[in-house]
Nanobody
Framework: VQLVESGGGLGQAGGSLRLSCAAS????????MGWYRQAPGKERELVAT???????YYADSLKGRFTISRDNAKKTVVLQMNSLKPEDTAMYFC??????????????WGQGTQVTVSS
C-alpha cells in the first residue's frame, strides 16, 4: 500500500494551497480517507476525513477554510486549503482507514508533505 502526497510548499497568509494524495495497492473505494497534520513540537492532529460515500468531517478550527474531496476512479483524495494562516504550517499526512467510515486510527499513512505559510 502506498499513499503519496503532493502539492505542499510555501503559501502566503490568506492564500490557498491544494494537497493531493494518490493511493495504490489499496481498495480505495472501500476505505475512508483522511488528512492529518503535525506542526513542530506538537502532536499529530486530525484535519479532515471523508467516507466512501462522501460524508466529511472537519476539525472545528478548520471548518469553512479546508475542504476534503475524493475521486474513487482516480484513487485520489484532495485537501483544498483556503484563507491560509501561519498556524497552518505543518507536515500534512494522508491516511487510509480500515473501514468505509473513519473510525479508530488509520491503517496506512503517507510520508507527508510540508506546508509552510508565511505572514
Amino acid at each position: 500500500v502506498q499513499l503519496v502526497e503532493s502539492g505542499g510548499g510555501l503559501g502566503q497568509a490568506g492564500g490557498s494551497l491544494r494537497l493531493s494524495c494518490a493511493a495504490s495497492g489499496v481498495a480505495f473505494s472501500i476505505n475512508a480517507m483522511g488528512w492529518y497534520r503535525q506542526a513542530p513540537g506538537k502532536e499529530r492532529e486530525l484535519v479532515a476525513t471523508i467516507s466512501t460515500t462522501g460524508s466529511t468531517y472537519y476539525a472545528d478550527s478548520l471548518k469553512g477554510r479546508f475542504t476534503i474531496s475524493r475521486d474513487n476512479a482516480k484513487k485520489t483524495v484532495v485537501l483544498q486549503m483556503n484563507s491560509l494562516k501561519p498556524e497552518d504550517t505543518a507536515m500534512y499526512f494522508c491516511a487510509a482507514y480500515r473501514s468505509p467510515v473513519a473510525v479508530n486510527t488509520p491503517r496506512y499513512w503517507g510520508q507527508g508533505t510540508q506546508v509552510t505559510v508565511s505572514s
